[in-house]
């Protein structure tokens, strides 16, 4: 591992909390970009971002078993941290690279448990149990170690993005930046769990996705909006043979169930061949 590291001139790779407070101890403009690896367009992305509005960018790569509802989830997760850290290097826009053990990110593994509100308990949050829980509470220790002044997230990733922004909000000065999904020529949603699906589930999900980018223009014209989606939710399950979470119309500013267009995203999860997938049109 050291061996590689020297290869990396322009990024710095710190291993602990400790020597990442020191490097970034000189700078009070740093853009924080959080990842759990498997580093893809999508990622580079937020970098890019960062980059380009912060003087230094700090990318954190750690795989948070506590945001695993599913142990085998947690095992399958792609791991490749010699590829990781070339792409990184590749982009030339990471200054610091944090890649930290579980005991230093949860060093006082004591403090109460963060708790999701009731209210919040939709999409994500319904199927996958103590799911963003686990998120809050990463997100909460990286934010503390990291300082940063601004934290760039993915709308891929909407639920997460809200509850992230509402959470930090009252605890940080840090503000948190969403940006856009980014896709492959086939519209397929870049994701790290992508790595596990062969090339002939990939194409299902190209034909999924562009179906529901479809079904978006449709549901414009539907009086009830979300009960024509649990229809359409029942023939696309038997139709590709997949099991769909959620198929829902949602205001992007609370979260709620939407009857009209206007500020509202179609939200999705699905398995395919036991992968499971998320996205929002
Ligand atoms: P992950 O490594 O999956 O935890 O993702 C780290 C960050 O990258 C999160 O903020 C995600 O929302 C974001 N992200 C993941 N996929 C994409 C994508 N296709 N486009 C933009 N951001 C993404």
Redesign the pocket.
């Known amino acids: 591992m050291f061996y590689l590291f020297k290869t990396f001139t322009q990024m710095k790779i710190l291993l602990n909390r400790t020597s990442l407070t020191k490097s970034l101890a000189p700078f009070n403009d740093i853009g924080f970009?959080?990842?759990?690896?498997?580093i893809?367009?999508?990622?580079l992305?937020?970098i890019n971002r960062s980059n380009q509005v912060c003087m230094k960018t700090v990318v954190s790569i750690f795989v948070n078993p506590k945001q695993f509802n599913n142990k085998k989830d947690f095992k399958t997760y792609p791991k490749n941290i010699k590829k990781d850290l070339r792409l990184l290097n590749k982009t030339k826009q990471v200054d610091f690279i944090y890649i930290p053990k579980f005991r230093d990110i949860f060093i006082n593994n004591k403090k109460p448990k963060v708790k999701i509100k009731k209210k919040d308990k939709i999409l994500c949050a319904k199927f996958r149990k103590d799911h963003f829980e686990g998120v809050l509470d990463v997100m909460d220790s990286l934010t503390n170690i990291v300082k940063p002044n601004k934290i760039?997230?993915?709308?891929?990733?909407f639920q997460?993005?809200f509850l992230v922004k509402k959470f930090l909000k009252n605890k940080y000065n840090t503000e948190v930046i969403g940006?856009?999904?980014?896709?492959e020529k086939n519209k397929v949603?870049?994701?790290?769990r992508n790595y596990l699906l062969s090339e002939e589930n990939l194409a299902l999900a190209s034909v999924i996705i562009r179906k529901l980018i479809n079904l978006k223009k449709i549901i414009k014209f539907k009086k009830n909006k979300n009960r024509y989606l649990k229809t359409v939710r029942s023939d696309l399950e038997k139709k590709f043979n997949i099991n769909i979470e959620y198929l829902e119309l949602r205001n992007i500013y609370n979260l709620k169930l939407s009857s009209v267009m206007n500020k509202s995203r179609l939200f999705v999860a699905y398995y395919l061949n036991g992968v499971r997938l998320i996205d929002n049109l």
């Not at 970009?33 to 498997?38: C, E, I, K, N, W």
């Not at 760039?152 to 990733?157: P, Q, R, W």
């Open positions: 970009v959080p990842t759990m690896g498997a893809h367009k999508g990622h992305s937020l760039f997230m993915g709308e891929k990733d997460q993005l940006c856009k999904t980014i896709r949603a870049l994701s790290s």
